[in-house]
């Protein structure tokens, strides 16, 4: 999967931007705060996926524009496509949406259509953060490559929120204890379906991770991925069934509902769920060191492309926003030797921070616009 051509003006500080891209390499060059990470953020919002830098939809539109429209054409490996996002000030939807000439106001369209890989110095808070973190980075990745499961992560969401609140209204007398039940058939089986996602896709995750890290330190530490789920399940056993997974969180919810009305939420579940990750034996999150973090957060991303580039046979678009100036020249050369078969842009101040030969374009990003080098 490669973009061909993209355009963008009124997205934030972007103003009438215009480029073909490299099928392979493409350095973004510029001074801070000249537009480089809102390229990138354009080209993220084709996915449909929220920002991964955490800006809101509300303030994609820039400060003085009344308007703003990205257009990109790529190919995915098999046709031509094209996809057209736009907003106008003081419009009460959402942005408009096109694929290929159809409008469509859902962002899942998107998500099933363009895939991107995205990693960026926030994103070493997968290892750092909550576990939240890693239930999301689960999740999307997964999704990714069934596009179709999204909706049961979204179910098992609204599941939840709506037994919370069916205990707060037991607590408030509204309805009995025995009504809050009512909500865990349903939420058992969307649980049982989000384990078996997590915990597939963590067993692929997990021998791939341990060689990647392997190759950044030479051999010299090992880095163990393994899921950790409110029922126990382990990577080496074999796949329980839905049923039997559905019937112990049922059990499970019931077991704890009095725990759960005295909390005031439900406290056992898949919103539980963590994605560990050790070296040589110690957890990553409380005793790596920062280049420890950095390369476990790095391998995860790459295993994340690799992944699907392995299931769709088709490469996802990689975006590397301030990355490489922070990494040595043995973890840039993995870098770039891992995703050389990938569509790439990556965004640099300065084109000497990227110690690597390389082929491909150069382009420089100044106040919202961008210039072929």
Not at 11 to 29: A, S, T, Y
Not at 133 to 154: E, I, T, W
Not at 219 to 241: C, F, I, M, Q, T
Request: proline residues 2%; hydrophobic residues 35%.
């Amino acid at each position: 999967m490669h973009i061909t051509d993209f355009s963008a003006d009124g997205f934030r500080n972007l103003r009438q931007v215009h480029f073909q891209p490299d099928e392979k390499l493409n350095l973004i060059i510029g001074d801070n705060a000249q537009g480089k990470t809102n390229l990138l953020d354009a080209l993220w919002m084709m996915t449909g996926c929220k920002n991964f830098h955490g800006v809101k939809e509300r303030h994609y539109l820039g400060f003085d524009a009344d308007f703003f429209r990205c257009q990109m054409q790529f190919f995915d490996g098999r046709r031509q496509q094209e996809i057209i996002c736009s907003l106008e000030r003081g419009q009460q939807k959402k942005k408009k949406i096109s694929v290929n000439g159809v409008e469509n106001q859902k962002a899942n369209t998107l998500f099933e259509t363009f895939h991107c890989v995205a990693f960026s110095p926030a994103d070493l808070d997968i290892i750092t953060g909550n576990p939240d973190k890693r239930r999301s980075f689960m999740d999307l990745c997964a999704c990714q490559l069934h596009p179709g499961r999204v909706q049961h992560v979204s179910r098992v969401n609204l599941l939840l929120a709506q037994r919370n609140a069916g205990i707060q209204d037991a607590l408030k007398h509204k309805i009995t204890k025995q009504d809050v039940l009512l909500w865990d058939e349903q939420l058992s089986q969307e649980a049982a379906y989000l384990t078996l996602m997590r915990l597939n896709y963590s067993r692929s995750l997990a021998p791939l991770c341990g060689r990647l890290y392997g190759v950044i330190t030479g051999g010299k530490e090992r880095l163990h991925v393994s899921y950790k789920n409110a029922l126990g399940l382990s990577e080496g056993l074999p796949d329980p069934s839905m049923a039997m997974l559905a019937e112990q969180y049922r059990k499970m919810l019931a077991g704890h509902l009095e725990e759960d009305l005295r909390l005031g939420y439900t406290q056992k579940g898949v919103q539980r769920d963590d994605l560990l990750l050790t070296i040589d034996g110690r957890s990553v999150q409380q005793f790596g060191s920062q280049g420890q973090k950095k390369s476990a957060a790095l391998v995860l991303k790459l295993a994340q492309a690799h992944l699907y580039n392995q299931k769709l046979q088709r490469s996802p678009v990689v975006l590397l926003d301030d990355v490489m100036g922070e990494l040595d020249e043995r973890r840039q050369k993995f870098l770039y030797d891992t995703v050389s078969d990938m569509q790439v842009f990556i965004t640099l101040c300065h084109a000497s921070s990227l110690r690597l030969e390389q082929t491909g374009k150069i382009f420089r990003m100044q106040n919202g616009n961008l210039i072929n080098l």
